[in-house]
């Protein structure tokens, strides 16, 4: 053991002073980007929950007129889509997520911290662009789930829908974004000695979150994508009359959506596991089992989407599969539940304020389960979907197991997010006024459900029998409400008091207890060496926290701070701050409002802006890689490099996206009502520029092969040359598209033809971003920027370009050789 | 409109299901609350005080038990569920079934008989005898709900659901779209009358007929009768004999329902002139658009239609 070093100095500036407004709207650092998500996702939340207030207020009584029916609608849509999308997912990814991310694996920040800057701006502009129906147009209306057909223009006009869209759609780019960066951070960044078996739990989820998202979130984009395309294009994506189904947009949205609530709830259920063994000073039963069931999970809940379709007559055959599987998906949520209550079982409790909450999750998601268990029957289901009762469902598992844990991360995290502790009295009162408002409000809706109200309905007739009940729900409402004020209350009280948390407050048992309350900016003076599980109590108490005898020192004081901190923390060098986030998605949100208020020219404007900041990140990234000690060479915790770690998340997640684009057409193709046909197709010329495509494939192999050889003269020949060929191919479909349309099909022909230009015109888009991607690297190459130390960003671009080549291999085979195939 | 007091055979088995399922429910519900009671209260002591002896991290019989145990109740959950389903949803309609064409719309409910009879919003059927409901849109998804009668079946444009059962109990049925469909998804409700089988065939060969003849003694009918016939009703609303339209419902046998506005309102002379007057005030959206009659008309037009029995 080394002798007691030396202290640093007395004031080491935490992560939130300095710097101004400048430099919060350029900030990068991953605690800054968290804080922001904070106060977005708090401002949201009041208006998501007065929005629900309102409609308990309107559900007061029979033929009521507290708010009209269109008024209602737009209050129940933006309930849903504000809670999802702007509250619970940037509370859990955006916010505790980022901020604990670096600070659990030992890092001092995430693998791409421009982009986390990004995904924060990006979800500001979707969440500007959601409400932007307020000031003109209307707010969305038809739900948080859209169904097609009513979304059509015909049924309803109008931007209110335009702007769900467009909202969604950027919101969604900001959470791929961030499922991206999480990834390849929890992969390439952890400390050295923390395998995947000694991270925390939270880690785990997130890690399996981040798969998710990268999965389920294409689907979405795609299914919003024909919507857009109906509405502005006039294709007919989910037209019956054309010969398509408004069903298509519902399993997509499915396949997106339920996915989706294991991203809300896998985060949770990693919190959870921390804060039990927190307060119960044990470490969590079962790590193993807790570890597999969230990857078990995350697997199957890619499975079960049509139990949200059972009564639109997908057959018994499809029913009783999507049944099975949903009930399977409830075995290892059981797991983990058990696996709680064990860990609590023989504890030496102490019954804090988060304690409560996480044990009222406990009770609360077990409930929420049960009646799940009640909808994964199909025949049951179709009493209860759409009606109050699967109301009460959702609620209790998103209220009940994902707010409650949430309420209890923040009075657990809140000393090291802010140096301040929340009141614990006014916590108890917060805990207490909740758990009794919230039983309130939705218990009773189990009941409505079963005597047949429906959902989504702005009254109901006095003589149904449901006004007593509806009317216990909005006293709950309004008891929740003053919960959550005292909960704000309990924040603007702590930020407001000058008392500071400890550093370890709880005695806790991961990494992020290790830093100061609140950390500095570079998180750790010297990135800790991990030798188990629960590796900070590993480091004060020196033995094992994860098998055998726990540390049952009833309360006392945390020991010293390991041995061997540094003197100094001058050679540590953080990355700079940078405009470009901010811009870059001020510009996509021009693209956004120009599409929807038909100003062309702001479209391109902001097209043109993405694009330069964009590249401009990148060459920032390339040059902090340079000025700092040589970070392309870093040891990856995960054995590849951080960015290609970062393409091959990104290529993930296309595969989805192209995916669905391909099953579309596949779908689609015979069931055009008229119009011409797959025969259409010039097999012989698309073989040429197939070719020329695959050979760019090639010249790629080779330009980085010259690049790793240092040979200047032809890497730029290859480079340029894979850019080429690139442009031919293009050349190629914009000879191809022209003459189509002047034999008659366009886009909005027949469904043959709008799956056709949407799946080829999408990976023409591809083509063109790499082509794009490649002239920025020869211009670099050109200016002697590109030597051999940076060979693995041409690589980068060779990975990209190689799957957008595979891609076309099988839309070519499925495109367009299969029509040569009789009968295909 | 309960889902607890089931009337059909497909709601019965619905309902076993759901208490079976309850059951498993309940018994899971009371192992965890116990477990959980147990540790918060019982096997843990509070920081300060001396530490309890278990310490596991483990047990690998715990763990088995908790996994195979739940898997072991879902399989008893769902073979029944898997046999329900296939039972409930036969590929062709049983022997002897009343086949009956419905159709959905922003916001009302049309049915067609095989025998050519036309209703709107309250669907007349005979108990103890299988009645298939074929269900089609006439615009954007929407979906069939009885619960006492069975699950819902959701209406979609493009293809046909079927919904299969026998009603058991003769009597009257709430029914309410399931699928939101705009402003007045909450005001598209109907009823459903099961009647005995005299009954039905009795309703059966009224409907068929063509309307009621208005007593000569009528003056006031028959004013909104020359009223009606001249009116932009007949663009939307068929009265056989009388009027084409087939965009709204058929109105031939009108006064034989007992509510209007598709299940909002009870069928009386005032609230008919309150729905003629202002559709959109009862029904936000409603395509029908507002007819503002002076007194004295509206009181014959009201008149006439409450003649159509």
Redesign the interface.
Known sequence: MAAQPKPLPAHQPSYLEGGGILGWLTTIDHKRVAVMYLVSALFFMALGGFEAMAIRVQLWSPDNHALSAATYNAFFTMHGTTMVFLVVMPLLLGFFGNFLIPLQIGARDVAFPRLNAMSFWLAMVAGVLLHLGWVRGGLPDAGWFGYANLTERYFTPGLAIDWWVIGLLVSGTSTVLTGLNFLTTIIAMRAPGMTYMRMPMFIWSLMATSILILIAFPALTIGLIFLLFDRFFGTHFYVASAGATPILWQHLFWLFGHPEVYIMALPAFGMISEIIPAFSRKPLFGYPMMAYSICLIAFLSYGVWGHHMFATGMGPVADSAFAVTSMLIAIPTGVKIFSWIATVWGGSLRMTTAFYFALGMLLEFTLGGLSGIMHASAPIDLQQTDSYFVVAHFHYVLFGGVIFTIMAAFYYWWPKVTGRMLGERLGKWHFWLTVVGFNLTFFPMHILGMWGMPRRTYTYGADMGWTHLNQVETIGAFILGVAFLVFYFNIFKSLTSAERAPADPWDGRSLEWSTASPPPAYNFAAIPQIRGRDAWWMLKYGHAGSRGVAAYASGAAPSQPPPGEPLSVEHIHMPAPSIFPLVSSLAVGMIGLGLIIDWYRIILIGAAVTVLSIVGMGFEYADYGEESHDPEHAPSSGGVDVRKIGVWSFIGSECVFFASLISTFIVYKSRSVSGPGPQILNIPLTSVSTFILLMSSLLMVLALAATQRGDKLWQRIWLGGTAAFGLIFLGGQVYEFTSFYHEGMGLTTNLFSQSFFVLVGFHGVHVAIGVLWLSVLLVAAMAGKLGKSRALSVELVGLYWHFVDVVWIIIFTLVYLMQAVPGA | ????APKSDLAQ??NS??IE??A??AI??AI??S??I???FV?????????????????LG??IA??LG??LV?VM??VP??R???R??PAVAPAGALEIKVVAH?WWWEFGYPDGAKTSNELHIPANRPIRLSLE?G???H?F?V?QL?????V????I??LTFIATVPGMY?G???????????NM?FRVFVDSPDEFAKWDRAQLAGPAAIPATDLLASNGAKLFANSPCTTCHMIQGISKGYIGPDLTHFASRTTLAAG?LKNTPENVAKWIGKPQETK??ANMPALLLPGPKMDALVAYLESLK
């Not at chain 2, 409109?1 to 607890?4: G, I, R, V």
């Not at chain 2, 979609?156 to 293809?159: A, E, K, S």
């Not at chain 2, 309410?176 to 909450?186: K, R, T, V």
């Open positions: 409109m309960t889902t607890l088995w619905i299901l759901f399922v309850t498993w429910d899971i519900l965890v609350v477990a959980f147990l540790a918060v096997f843990s002591s509070r920081v300060g005080e001396a530490a309890p002896a278990s310490a596991a991290t483990s047990d715990l763990e908790w996994t739940p898997t879902l959950i769902s569920t898997i329900t389903i296939f409930s949803q922003q849109s615009d954007i998804i979906s709900w619960p069975g699950g819902k079946r959701d979609v444009p493009g293809q659901n079927e709430p309410q779209c399931a699928e939101f469909c705009g402003l007045s998804h909450a409700r909002v936000p959206g």
